[in-house]
């Protein structure tokens, strides 16, 4: 299967548990499962060039001048991870199906769920480390709405938060690492970055791009001192933390340092900070673990500890190390996702998690008894069992290690970590399965249904094979060290053995093990030694430093942003003008290149009014009924202006906005009070009147400037004058720039216009559902109304004309490709049309007579012009190209068909959606309860007297 | 010059002065009121010599273009006096 197919399935699957959520449980959780094995079997299919040692990669240029280019590859390294990512995944999703109560929307879970699978695939089978970063982000969010899924509980928010935080700021981090290394070598390909380890390693930048890297995968795979987030994102149901915290999203930054290892690893710096960082975090979590009492912290922060194991392995730098290391990371996603469910069950069953709340479950859930307590032993070092057999090649690579010229250090750490891990893995054990029967549990314990314990059981069938017959994964281990090591370093010829003979590593692992026995005896007085040291609490330490950013950035803010338009204004303006003064001073003026035209006595008494008006607008702001007259002035003085300018397609647009504006405001002053109180003293007015002036002077001199000449030697508009006819096929320029040129502005701004209506609607709406709503209901009238809700005179003329306005859109639209008008005038004329029905015949009766709902229509016109836009895929052209041609039907003349005019429909339809839904909205807020809906379209209707009376 | 486009060039010129100066006199009544009533009909009073400013122009310039603007602004102008007619005497406009 094609890697992109690979790669896509999770995405595009992410849809159908959604679909699926109305079919039950086991449809949904069965179409996820299905999802992912397809995607599991097309890696599969893979498996034989794989293993003949090739690479397998498949590219499409995405942003080739950006270098961010869509190519994946698939080695040994990436096949092992997406195997794990995906073979795991399998399992939890089986799992998650029983574990997931019927409180919880599966859809949603499972939704969740497959975008991270994607995003993970993604970032172990990326080639562009663009790419990567891309979906690294993506995992980072996805993990974010998995872990807050229970979002009821507020530990799963913070959690989530936290962990979304940490993440994204390494990931911040690292998205400057992988620019600095990409920069080095001139290439965002990872299979170019792979062969140059010695240019690399030579750059002045190495250090700040290995940093940032490091920080990039140290937040994500939990490494002191970025390893708080992981106990608390263990608040996310147990499915959750098994896939996250066992094979996928901490094992990320793992993957990251074992694909960069070639090019980064060997340098001093890359060995005192992987490694030292790998050690402290091992020891500490293991230390931790031995005496958390939530089952699922223990295994958290074995999990942190075992993520330093693996670090520390990369670590070093050498060969044995990277082989160990890969080792490792198969074996800690088998017993720890094991231990995960069993915790899981455990929870699922006894209602609690407190390791002092449980105790001589063996007899009550054998099945989950067995299963933790191997996965357990494993994870503890036990012979037989594949974690023994990783743990001593770490020992034994530790011993060959020397930090800081000390040669004891390095293995004395080591023995430390794998002893406490012993400790909380015999602790674990003890505490829950043995020891007395108890009858105070939370819930009746009992082992659950397969399947619940049958993924768990799976996997420990895989912990027992491996570690008693090693030899069965010992070459595809290789391979994928190999894939590991690139052209860097020689594979090494050890074999991985259960017994290696009397080599330091077995006293090391003998004297962990036993140490982890004394550890549990003891621990009841450890405990309390532990509980009455004091140590720094991370969450608090985290939202203190979250809280002393958010007060920074408060006071950074608010001053500038304190909620007052004039502020903004105000700061807006003068940061404008400022920067347009610098401009001038600094810049070079071109010589004038056209005369001013003489004004004419007729322009010059247009002019006269718009200035009159404006001071109108400024010296009567305080009545706003006035004030809105004023502008309507302004409006109306400056739509002719737009004709004397021989710019009818302005003219129109801004004639009709201007209509539909004065509307949507008188609708809005219906809430306020006539006239606007004085709040500003008479300083602030001087101040702000000097910006006003300033601002108003400043673009004056920018029109006056760019009157005279052109702002770049042949402007834009002689290439659309030129092309208008010959490539879109239209003679109205304006409306060629519209839906051709610039077609993909234009689909974004009907998407902006419909969902601003939509959330006018949504604001209103709540207004409505809130309690606001007695208000608004019992609102009186602060001056009396004349009666008449309805006349009649207005009725019967706004029927008449509707059908005229109607057609006066259709033809505006139908000319617009070639002479002034198009779709988004139409649609305003349509919108006035409609508006003139309520405005006459009144809101309930119009609103009866609708047969679709504003938000259809915005979203009918969206999808139109989209898949107009769409269309043109199919004839291999990009996004959103026109085509043309000209039909000829007797007796008409010939005349012009373009996709264009599709589009242009579209955004005509959501112009209308928009705007009517927007209108509708306001006009909701003014229903009151003490004017009864008119049922008749006329107050007085002589028709209708006369029924009655016949009637009577 | 013919005779005829002379006749032509005067009757534009001094029907241009004519709507100019009706149209600034509506102004002068907007802002003197004193009524709501007053000022919402000088507005209508505007739009209806706005309508002449864009035919007369669009003769002066001998093109056919300017039609469409006049025709909308001729259909719906009155939508917006209604609409302040309506404020003023029901305070909601659509009801």
């Not at chain 1, 933390?241 to 901490?250: D, E, F, G, I």
């Not at chain 1, 002393?548 to 803010?557: E, K, Q, T």
């Not at chain 1, 001073?585 to 010589?591: D, E, F, L, S, Y």
């Not at chain 1, 043309?884 to 599709?902: D, G, N, S, W």
């Amino acid at each position: 299967m094609s890697l992109f197919l690979i790669v896509a399935l999770p995405f595009l699957g992410a849809l159908l548990p959604g679909l699926m959520n109305q079919a039950g449980r086991d449809a949904c959780s069965g179409v996820t499962f299905m999802v992912s094995l397809a995607a599991f079997i097309g890696l599969l299919t893979n498996l034989p060039s794989v293993l003949a040692g090739e690479v397998v990669t498949v590219g499409i240029d995405w942003m080739p001048l950006l270098g961010l280019n869509f190519t994946l590859m698939l080695d040994g390294l990436g096949f092992f991870f997406a195997f794990l990512i995906l073979g795991i995944g399998l399992l939890i999703i089986a799992y998650a199906r029983h574990y997931l109560s019927r409180d919880d929307n599966m859809g949603e879970f499972f939704t969740y769920l497959l975008l991270f699978q994607g995003a993970m695939v993604g970032i172990v089978l990326s080639d562009n480390i663009l790419l990567l970063l891309v979906f690294w982000e993506l995992t980072s969010l996805s993990s974010f709405l998995l872990i807050g899924y229970w979002k009821h509980l507020p530990e799963g928010r913070q959690g989530a938060r936290m962990a979304l935080a940490v993440t994204g700021m390494g990931g911040l981090a690292m998205i400057g690492g992988m620019l600095i290394l990409g920069q080095i070598v001139g290439s965002y390909e990872l299979s170019v970055i792979l062969q140059h380890r010695d240019l690399i390693q030579a750059d002045p930048l190495y250090v700040p791009a290995l940093l940032l890297i490091l920080l990039g995968a140290f937040t994500k795979s939990a490494q002191f001192p970025f390893h708080f987030w992981l106990p608390h994102a263990m608040a996310a149901p147990t499915p959750v933390s098994a896939y996250l915290h066992s094979a996928t999203m901490v094992k990320a930054g793992i993957f990251l340092m074992a694909r960069m290892w070639p090019v980064l690893s060997g340098t001093p710096e890359w060995f005192v900070l992987v490694t030292g960082a790998g050690l402290i975090t091992m020891v500490l979590g293991a230390v931790i673990a031995l005496f958390k009492h939530d089952l699922k912290s223990v295994l958290a922060f074995s999990t942190v500890s075992h993520l330093g194991l693996i670090t520390m392995l990369l670590g070093t730098g050498t060969a044995f190390g990277a082989f160990a290391a890969v080792f490792h990371i198969l074996n800690h996603a088998t017993f720890k996702a094991a231990l995960f469910m069993s915790a899981g069950i455990i929870d699922h069953e006894t209602h609690t998690r407190d390791i002092r709340r449980l105790g001589g479950l063996r007899h009550l859930m054998p099945i989950t008894a067995v299963i933790m307590t191997i996965a357990a032993l494993s994870m503890a070092g036990v012979p037989l069992l594949n974690g023994f057999l990783s743990k001593e090649m770490m020992l034994e690579e530790s011993t060959q290690t020397v930090m800081f010229n000390t040669w004891w250090l390095v293995p004395a750490l080591a023995t430390l970590a794998a002893l406490f891990s012993a400790g909380y893995s015999f602790r674990l054990i003890a505490h829950t399965f043995f020891g007395p029967k108890r009858d105070d549990y939370p819930a009746a314990p009992h082992d659950p249904g397969f399947g619940l314990w049958g993924p768990p059981a799976f996997l420990v069938v895989l912990v027992v094979t491996i570690g008693v017959a090693p030899f069965l994964v010992e070459d595809f281990v290789k391979i994928v060290t190999a894939s590991v090591l690139g052209t860097t370093a020689e594979l090494p010829h050890a074999y991985i053995k259960i017994w290696h003979g009397l080599v330091p590593a077995l006293y090391m692992s003998l004297a962990a093990v036993g140490g982890g026995v004394i550890l549990v005896i003891m621990h009841s007085v450890l405990q309390k030694i532990w509980d009455a040291t004091p140590r720094p609490e991370a969450k608090v330490i985290f939202d203190a430093t979250i809280s002393s950013f958010v007060s920074l950035a408060r006071s950074l803010i608010l001053p500038l942003h304190n909620g007052a338009f004039s502020r903004y204004a105000a700061i807006a303006a003068v940061t404008i003008i400022g920067a347009g003064y610098f401009a001038w001073i600094t810049g070079v003026q071109g010589a004038a290149t056209r005369a001013p035209q003489a004004a004419t006595p007729v322009a010059l008494a247009g002019w006269a009014m718009l200035v009159a008006a404006t001071f109108g607008l400024v010296f009567l702001h305080r009545n706003r009924l006035l004030a809105l007259i004023m502008m309507g002035i302004v409006g109306l003085m400056v739509s002719v202006g737009f004709v004397y300018f021989s710019a009818p397609d302005l003219a129109m647009t801004q004639f009709t906005v201007e209509a539909v504006t004065i509307i949507l405001l008188l609708l809005a002053l219906n809430f306020m009070p006539n006239r606007s109180p004085v709040e500003s003293t008479v300083l602030h007015r001087v101040r702000d009147a000097f910006v006003a002036v300033a601002g108003g002077f400043g673009a004056m001199a920018m029109a006056w400037h760019y009157l005279l000449r052109d702002a770049v030697a042949t402007p834009i508009s002689e290439f659309h004058l030129a092309n208008s006819y010959k490539g879109g096929g239209g003679t109205n320029v304006v409306n060629v720039i519209l839906v051709d040129f610039r077609g993909f502005d234009t689909y974004g701004e009907i998407i902006v216009l419909g969902i601003a209506a939509l959330l006018i609607y949504a604001l209103t709406e709540t207004l409505l559902n809130g309690p606001v709503r007695a208000r608004l209901l019992n609102r009186v009238p602060d001056q009396p109304r004349a009666g008449g809700m309805h006349p009649m005179m207005m009725v019967v003329l706004t029927r008449v004309i509707m059908p005229v306005v109607l057609m006066v859109g259709f033809y505006i639209f139908m000319r617009g490709h070639n002479e002034p008008g198009g779709g988004f005038i139409a649609g305003l004329i349509v919108s006035i049309a409609v508006v003139m029905q309520y405005m006459a015949s009144g809101f309930s009766w119009a609103s009866s007579r609708l047969r679709y709902p504003y938000h259809g229509v915005i979203g009918a016109g969206v999808l139109l012009a989209g898949l107009t836009g769409i269309g043109s895929w199919f004839v291999n052209k990009p996004f959103l190209t026109t085509d043309f041609t000209y039909v000829r039907i007797p007796p008409f003349e010939k005349f012009e068909l373009a996709t264009a005019a599709i589009f242009d429909l579209g955004v005509l339809l959501a112009v209308v959606g928009a705007v009517m839904l927007t209108l509708e909205s306001f006009s909701r807020l003014a229903r009151t309860a003490h004017t009864k809906d008119s049922v008749h379209p006329m107050d007085i209707d002589p028709s209708r007297q006369a029924s009655t009376e016949e009637g009577a | 010059m013919s005779a005829a486009t002379e006749l032509m060039n005067f009757a534009l010129i001094t029907a241009f002065i004519v709507v100019a100066i009706s149209q600034m006199l509506s102004m002068v009544r907007l802002f003197i009121g004193p009524t709501t009533g007053d000022r919402i009909l000088a507005l209508d009073t505007m739009v209806v010599n706005a309508i002449g400013l864009i035919v007369l122009l669009g003769m002066w310039q001998g093109t056919r273009m300017y039609f469409e603007p006049a025709l909308l602004v001729a259909m719906l102008g009155f939508v917006s006096t209604v609409a302040y007619a309506r404020f003023v005497l029901r305070g909601d406009i659509i009801e």
